[in-house]
């Protein structure tokens, strides 16, 4: 291919005004502060189609987003409580939170008003059950309690609740029995181990997807702890925005680090290999590639993710190739050949970089038909970058490499002649078919041993101590929400309440046997009306056992007063129970009415066995298990297959576009040769113990991409073997020194995906020289 | 005794310098904490509202120094309490069982025992007090300083000499409950049966 002086002039200015294009939509995209999203849990797949679902795991997530909890603990039970005063005072300056709780500031009046007009349907089981079955124990109970100078504060005054029906009701209204109102300050304490913890409720202001929200939070959490131990207190907190923040934290700092020592080992390589520092620019493709990805992802995404950040990093790698491909060309002049010149050694090698473009956008954008929105991102971060890494080698680099001679290091091509003489041995001595024997049974072997892992859990990292913070917080203050709940559909209210007390029936039974330490339905808040039977008719005969009460000094006209109300009140609407000052905390349980009916939800804490729960929802109507970590493990599973169905499919397009120029006989050869690289680097992970996660299959597919990079580069043989050789091993180098890093990353599958991804490019390179014809092998073995 | 002390700070800076050489909270709570053992019967009224007479019962406390209080209720039935700073226990047929929950009737409770030790602990925190008369009759008024007691209490009225002898409370809602102790015993020590019930 010849490009004539025409186009040598035309084609830079042309990428320049694409460049300056590019510059304008970025600095539009950022106008408003960076577009990025730090939860990596939003790059998880939205499982369930059913919109239902999704409205009850957005309603069950939100507190996890936007709230935090914080336990001050000092040895002094008053100190607890000026120090969390405190601390709510100075956050609500900071005008971050919509809403800051540290006390029970309750309207006790509409709290009484709520349980007198629904102590019947707050009636916790047991209570009904004994005012059921056996209503002299009940009696006798209340009569005690009438003398008791210890008894609780009852909301209602007793001659409004002669029968100790709004006591009762009142008790199991109290969600966290851990957690006790200190009467004066109102402040909310749980003791322990001769700690006092004061607890603090914050709710910020704003969506989660604030990406400012979570550092400031973190940060602030930071010297109010500062501030408590200062005071020799201690503080708790737990949150979601914690991870979030920590999460951001590291993938910034891992952006800053990998990416800065990638580039600065490449930036050395090119010093050492070409010797010329003008060599530098063909660095530019990586900012082009990396400004290109994140506008393409602003664009489709609207934002772009902090782990689709991290990985598209390691892009550098890939970006810093291109111009490799002609670069290396330069050694050829120490075969005698013409010297170096940027354009006609681009025209020479254009079709191959041409062809390397293909097959990895191929291969990144397979991916992207996975209904994984990790990967989809990852794929439009890599293609836009890619195609503007490859326009900005082909257009511009050229031009501002003209008329530089580079004075490649010959020892690196001698060292490169001395690789593949000692191949050309050991084939001489082995033979290929007994190579390929040895190493199909390597691959055997370690594929035996290899073991796949999908857990949600690896994403989070490890935090340990925030991980700890919240193990102790739930101990704290018997408060575990589990990811786990129920979604409970019915036709109408009514059914929904029977529906959530069959539900709770078989819920209790967990609670008694230890499975569960609690849960919250809606049919607690109200009992559903059918329960209510059998309550009314024992109230009805309640009046033949109440002789202990008559006996204490209470008038008979006054108890059959009570029981006429208790019999004629209605029985409270769910809207209006939640409406109380008593429904806060079963407010998010109810999703209201749709097209199709009613639903609400049934939240579970303290879980200790997953598997009770399939067991406990089977059989009832219209009760579904929403188990969203479950659900996302399998869903890895199952995206990794449907990741490997599109690779392979991918492939067959590589495989036809390689046809073109090599012949089926080549392209199969080019082809084949990455997943033989691919199958034993997994082979590898098996050997080593290390699960296939479904980021190191993405790393090892992606190794196949890049794999048919470096054999289409010695294929084309250009300059000879040793030169395309030379050429190859730089271009991994570059790729490794940037996705090999990701390796040291702190969480998990992005380190996962660096092991996967360091083998491959190894492998790659090792076999990679099969990928030349056996004539030019030949010739290669005469000139050594 | 931390809390005590803590107590007494807060009530003399209440009372003010003008109250120094009158008969003051330090003195009371002094006066209060001196004895090692008191013993005697208990009548405790609570009026309501709706009704004529009030839901009357008796019985015999023991209050230790060291260990607590020991409430035995004898009419019109028979429960024993005991309430230490460990919170409230009842007697069972299988031993003493410690009441659920850190919830409000267990600070009431250790109010009340903060109340006849002479103890200002939650006291000065929680009401502001009021001191009136000599160590042979005095008055203690305490109000509620918090909206949540304000909206429970609305004064806790204590009378006594040597010894505390009447306690009332008025709840917001119009109901009181008044606690005599008319014929409380100094001892120095604990019977067999109450330490083993105090401090088994």
């Known amino acids: 291919m010849r490009l004539d002086h025409r186009s040598r002039r035309l084609l830079p200015r042309l990428f320049l005004a694409l460049l300056l294009a590019l510059l304008a939509l970025s600095a539009w995209q950022w106008r408003a502060g960076p577009p990025l999203q730090a939860s990596m849990l939003a790059l998880l797949p939205q499982g369930a189609s059913d919109e239902l679902v999704q409205q009850a795991e957005r309603r069950m997530q939100e507190p996890l987003n936007r709230e935090l909890l914080v336990l001050v603990g000092h040895a002094e039970r008053e100190q607890a409580i000026v120090l969390v005063q405190r601390i709510a005072r100075q956050w609500a300056e900071a005008e971050r939170f919509e809403q800051l709780q540290w006390s029970l500031q309750a309207d006790l009046d509409a709290l009484r008003q709520q349980v007198r007009s629904s102590r019947l349907s707050l009636l916790p089981h047991a209570d009904r059950q004994l005012l059921i079955t056996q209503p002299d124990g009940f009696i006798q109970q209340r009569a005690a309690q009438l003398f008791d100078t210890f008894a609780s504060v009852s909301l209602l005054p007793i001659d409004q609740d002669w029968l100790g029906l709004g006591a009762r009701a009142q008790q199991a209204l109290n969600p966290h029995p851990r957690i006790q109102t200190d009467l004066g300050s109102g402040a909310l304490l749980v003791e322990d181990q001769g700690l006092t913890w004061a607890l603090l409720r914050a709710r910020i202001r704003g969506d989660s997807f604030d990406l400012q929200a979570a550092p400031a939070v973190a940060s602030q959490v930071a010297s109010t702890r500062a501030l408590v131990s200062a005071e020799g207190g201690q503080l708790l907190a737990a949150s979601g925005l914690l991870y979030a923040a920590a999460g951001q934290a590291r993938a910034s700092q891992e952006v800053a680090w990998i990416g800065g020592i990638a580039t600065l080992g490449i930036l050395l390589l090119l010093l050492l290999s070409y010797r010329r520092a003008r060599v530098l620019v063909s660095l530019l493709p990586i900012g082009v590639a990396l400004l290109a990805g994140c506008a393409a992802c602003v664009l489709v995404f609207g934002q772009i993710n902090a782990l689709t950040l991290v990985l598209g990093a390691s892009l550098i790698g890939v970006a810093a190739d291109y111009p490799q491909h002609y670069l290396s060309k330069s050694w050829s002049r120490l075969h005698g050949q013409a010297h170096w010149h940027s354009w006609s050694a681009l025209a020479a090698t254009l079709p191959g970089l041409s062809l390397s473009l293909g097959t990895n956008l191929i291969g990144y954008l397979a991916l992207a038909f996975t209904p994984f929105p990790a990967l989809t991102q990852i794929a439009v971060f890599s293609a836009a970058g890619l195609i503007a890494a490859y326009l900005c080698a082909v257009c511009l680099l050229p031009a501002w490499l003209g008329g530089l001679q580079l004075r490649p290091a010959p020892g690196l091509l001698r060292f490169s002649e001395n690789l593949l003489s000692l191949r050309a041995r050991l084939l001489a001595s082995i033979g290929n078919r007994k190579l390929l024997g040895l190493l199909l049974l390597f691959c055997a072997a370690g594929l035996l041993q290899l073991q796949t892992q999908n857990d949600v859990r690896q994403w989070l990292g490890a935090e340990p101590q925030l991980l700890d913070e919240a193990q102790r917080i739930a101990e704290l203050t018997g408060q575990q929400p589990t990811s786990q709940f129920f979604l409970v559909r019915a036709s109408d209210e009514q059914q929904l309440l029977q529906r959530q007390a069959a539900l709770s029936e078989r819920l209790e039974r967990a609670v008694a046997d230890g499975q569960l330490l609690g849960y919250r339905a809606l049919s607690q808040l109200v009992a559903p009306a059918d329960s209510q039977h059998a309550l009314r008719q024992a109230l009805q005969g309640l009046p033949q056992h109440w002789q202990p009460l008559l006996a204490a000094g209470i008038p008979e006209a006054a108890l059959h007063a009570e029981l006429a109300l208790l019999l004629n009140s209605a029985q409270p609407r769910l809207e209006q129970a939640l409406a109380g000052p008593l429904g806060e905390a079963w407010r998010p349980l109810w999703l209201g009415r749709g097209d199709a009916g009613v639903a609400g939800l049934v939240s579970l804490q303290g879980l200790n066995d997953t598997s009770v729960l399939h067991s406990v929802g089977a059989g009832l109507d219209g009760v579904q298990l929403v188990d969203r970590l479950g659900e996302l493990n399998s869903l890895f599973s199952a995206t990794q297959l449907s990741a490997a169905q599109l690779k392979l499919m991918s492939i067959a397009a590589i495989l036809l576009l390689l046809c073109l120029p090599f012949g089926l006989g080549g392209a199969l050869r080019i082809v084949c040769l990455p997943l033989l690289a691919a199958l034993t680097a997994l082979a590898c992970l098996g050997w080593l113990g290390q699960p296939l996660t479904l980021f190191s299959l993405f790393g090892l597919l992606l190794i196949t991409a890049i794999g048919v990079d470096y054999a289409i580069l010695m294929r084309e043989n250009i300059g000879g073997p040793a030169v395309s050789l030379l050429g190859t091993l730089l271009a991994a180098l570059t790729s490794w020194l940037s996705f090999g890093l990701l390796l040291l990353s702190q969480t998990p599958v992005i380190a996962n995906f660096g092991l996967a991804i360091s083998l491959g490019l190894l492998f790659c390179c090792l076999l990679a020289p099969w990928a030349g014809t056996q004539r030019s092998a030949q010739n290669q073995t005469v000139e050594a | ?200």
């Open chain 2, 1 to 200: 005794m931390r809390r005590f002390l803590r107590g007494i700070a807060v009530g003399i800076a209440l009372l003010g310098a003008s109250l120094a050489q009158a008969f003051d909270l330090e003195q009371l709570g002094a006066q209060l904490a001196k004895p090692a053992v008191v013993r005697g019967p208990f009548i405790q009224e609570k009026h309501l509202r709706a009704l004529p007479q009030p839901l009357t019962s008796r019985g015999q406390f023991v209050l230790s120094r060291a260990h607590g209080l020991l409430w035995q209720l004898h009419s019109p039935l028979q429960q024993d309490y005991r309430i230490g700073d460990r919170g409230i226990a009842r007697r069972t047929p299988q031993g003493w069982q410690p009441q659920p929950g850190q919830d409000v009737a267990a600070q009431q409770s250790r109010l009340f025992l903060a109340v006849l030790r002479g103890d200002h602990a939650g006291l000065a925190d929680d009401f502001e007090l009021q001191l009136s008369g000599d160590a042979e009759a005095w008055q203690l008024s305490l109000t509620p300083r918090s909206r949540l007691l304000q909206q429970i209490f609305s004064a806790i009225h204590i009378q006594g000499g040597a010894l505390v002898e009447r306690i009332e409370l008025t709840e917001t809602q119009g109901d009181s409950t008044l606690l005599r102790l008319p014929q409380s015993q100094v001892d120095d020590r604990l019977s067999e049966a109450e330490r083993l019930a105090l401090a088994p």
